[in-house]
């Protein structure tokens, strides 16, 4: 006999279930419709939709005590009444329909007792709304599910379910609460009777909006009711507008990032921390990358440390030592470090056996590094004020060391002619950069680590491959010894200064002079680039310090002979800068020696 398509599928699919050892599968398929109209399957999403609600708190079985409704209710109100977050009053939107939901579930139950105490206790926080008054007054007569149901408002509230709109952070943080203890009641009566809608966390007031329909409220912690089908009972909920909604708003928006992409930059705000009474023994200073320590090093070998904030330099507790057996003269010891547990504001740090020249913190600020005339570079622990590290391989004095951006190794130049690439678990070199025929007066990491820039008294620049070792670029112009290095955040570009008072700016890619800045009259001693790479800054010995704008230039050569990229100069009471640093807040912290009055 002919089977027909549907029975010729059922066949198939009952043959391979028998294969696979599935049982009753005859009896299963039998009746079962192997299709669907296009009317029959509208009809079936639609019912999966609406019978379906996102974003409801999962239910649990709800126990017999009856105080639990009190109980877990007024832990909930306490919670949030003491939270300290932002989120707290914006969850605290769903105590009036948990309030009215409970009591409606006591009455079903027959709670007489619980019933009268609960509403007496915490009807009083609801008389302040008007419409939230009128349907609390309204439960005070209700003791039965025949009161609930001659009541059309309150029959409403159960016939339909209430909505609370509830940004990401409130949802989450209402999830949360409701997990860390027992709140089954509670959870039971969000399930069954409240629909949570989560809605997009709150807009800040510098974004654009479309004019045309003006800005539309984040509905944070409105409410009301909705049928089980998904429509509102009272007014249309409002859809916050995330993103700009018009094509006007959009193209103002894009207009004004131009502006300030093509415009002249704004000044940025200059920190000047001033060293007093150093009677000329003051090498170099740096200020760590998040703003809170001060390093110099001087002439008389010693390292100094400042805290820059409120809070005192204290090192931290020696970490146990199982190996020593504690005595009770031991308790000397003890009382001594009590005594220096207060802390300081400065620490000195001795280790060298000449004068130090340059200190570099590392990107962390957990450690700091220092080189000296007695050829070595001294790793420091900040957390203990000690050095836990020495570097040897230089054969005479170390001018300068920079740390990689992500602290994975670090660089040295030398008197010796070379520059040598070190990591912070050897104390012997990895690489050696040779090809200057003097000094090796500055070095700096490229910002992907990749390269390393070396300046020398031969007045070049040399650009190295930091694994392979070799000179990947060389770049003359100069009419000095170089001094100071610095790489654009972008990679871009590589800014070289010294003695000739030219700051020259080098294309990295094309490995030509891309802009030559005049102005200083005398040595640039430090260089640093703004975080977007638009700005340079420069200190020199002529105790001033200049902005250059490297996009473009602002008309003609000044009257003092600068070059027209110059948008800030900066001077004081200084008798020589030493070091200038963009920060990440586009704040320039600049450090220096203060000028001496004379002696009357």
Known sequence: MKRGRTEQIQYAVAQYLKRRQYVDTEGSLKGAKLFQTAEEMAANLTVQTESGSANIVSAAPCQSDPQQYETQYSRLRTFLAEAEVPWAKEVSSVLYPLFVYLHLDMVRCGLKGAVDGFYSRFHGAFLQDNEQRATVEQLRHVLTMQDVTANPKLNAFLEHKYVVHLTEPAYSYLLRYLQSEDNTALCRALSTHVQVEVTASRRTDYQLYGAAGGPTAVPNSTSSWAGVDGAEGGEGVEVPAGIPQSEVALEALQDCIKKVREGPPSLTTVCFYAFHHTEQLLNAAEVSADSRLLAAGFDSSAVKLWSLRARKLKAKPHQADVSHIRLACDVLEEEADEEDSSGSEIKTM???????????????????????????????????????????????????????????????????????????????????????????????????????????????????????????????????????????????????????????????????????????????????????????????????????????????????????????????????????????????????????????
């Open 350 to 600: 001795r280790g060298h056996s000449g004068p130090v020249f340059r200190t570099a913190f590392l990107t962390d600020s957990s450690g700091l590094l220092s080189c000296s005339e007695d050829t070595s570079i001294r790793y420091w622990d900040l957390g203990s004020f000690t050095n836990t590290a020495l570097y040897q391989g230089h054969a005479y004095p170390v001018w300068d060391v920079d740390v990689s951006p992500c602290s994975l190794y670090f660089a040295s130049g030398s008197h010796d002619r070379t520059a040598r690439l070190w990591t912070f678990s050897r104390t012997y070199p990895l690489r050696l950069y040779a090809g200057h025929l003097a000094d090796v007066d500055c070095v700096k990491f490229h910002p992907n680590s990749n390269y390393l820039a070396t300046g020398s008294t031969d007045k070049t620049v040399r650009l190295w491959s930091t694994q392979q070792g070799g000179s990947v670029r060389l770049f003359t112009g100069h009419r000095g010894p170089v001094l100071s290095l610095a790489f654009s955040p972008n990679g871009k570009y590589l800014a070289s200064a010294g003695e000739d008072q030219r700051i020259k700016l080098w294309d990295l890619a094309l490995g030509t002079l891309f802009k030559d800045l005049r102005g200083h009259t005398d040595s640039v001693t430090s260089l640093s680039f703004s975080p977007d790479s638009s700005l340079v800054a420069s200190s020199s010995m002529d105790n001033s310090v200049r902005v250059w704008d490297i996009r473009n230039s602002h008309g003609g050569t000044l009257v003092d002979g600068s070059s027209s990229e110059l948008v800030g100069l900066y001077t004081g009471n200084t008798s020589n800068v030493l070091n200038v640093q963009f920060m990440a807040c586009n704040l320039l912290l600049v450090t220096g020696t203060a000028q001496e009055k004379a002696e009357q």
